[in-house]
C-alpha cells in the first residue's frame, strides 16, 4: 500500500488545476487519484494569519479614496523564508478580509491587466 503524501501541519488539501481551469467533481477525483497513487497534493495558499502577518501594520497602497477602494500590500517572507506575498483587502471591508496572493499570481494578474482581460469586466456607463 503506498504512503499518503505529507501536508503540512494547518494545511488543507487541494487538488491540482488543469490548464484549462476545473472545479467540482473532476476537482476532486484528481485529488483522489493523487492521494491514491502516492503523489504530492498541492496545498491551499497560506492565510494571513497562518503566515503571521499584522495586517495593520503594512504599508497600504489604495486605488482611490473612501470605503470599496482596493489596497494592495506587499510582503516579503511572512512566516515563509524567501517568499514574497500580496495582500489585497477592501476599504471599509467590515469583515476585515484579506486575500491572499504568492508573486507568481500577482505577476499574472498584472500581465492580464495590461494585454487587457478585464477591460470587458463592466461597461463604463454602468459604472456612471
Known amino acids: 500500500m503506498t504512503e499518503a503524501p505529507h501536508i503540512p501541519p494547518g494545511a488543507v488539501p487541494e ?11 473532476g476537482r476532486q477525483r484528481r485529488v483522489a ?16 494569519e497562518e503566515l503571521g502577518i499584522d495586517v495593520t501594520g503594512q504599508d497600504w497602497r ?30 471599509g471591508d467590515p469583515a476585515g478580509r484579506v486575500l491572499v496572493y504568492d508573486r507568481h499570481e500577482w505577476e499574472c494578474f498584472l500581465d492580464g491587466v495590461r494585454n487587457g482581460e478585464f477591460d470587458d469586466g463592466v461597461p463604463l456607463d454602468a459604472l456612471e
Open 15 to 25: 487538488p491540482p488545476v488543469p490548464p484549462g481551469g476545473g472545479s467540482g467533481v
Open 62 to 91: 489604495r486605488s482611490g479614496v473612501g470605503d470599496g477602494t482596493i489596497e494592495v500590500a506587499m510582503v516579503t517572507g511572512g512566516g515563509r523564508p524567501g517568499v514574497d506575498w500580496v495582500l489585497m483587502r477592501v476599504a
Open 33 to 48: 487519484r493523487a492521494v491514491l497513487r502516492g503523489s504530492e497534493v498541492p496545498v491551499r495558499k497560506p492565510t494571513v
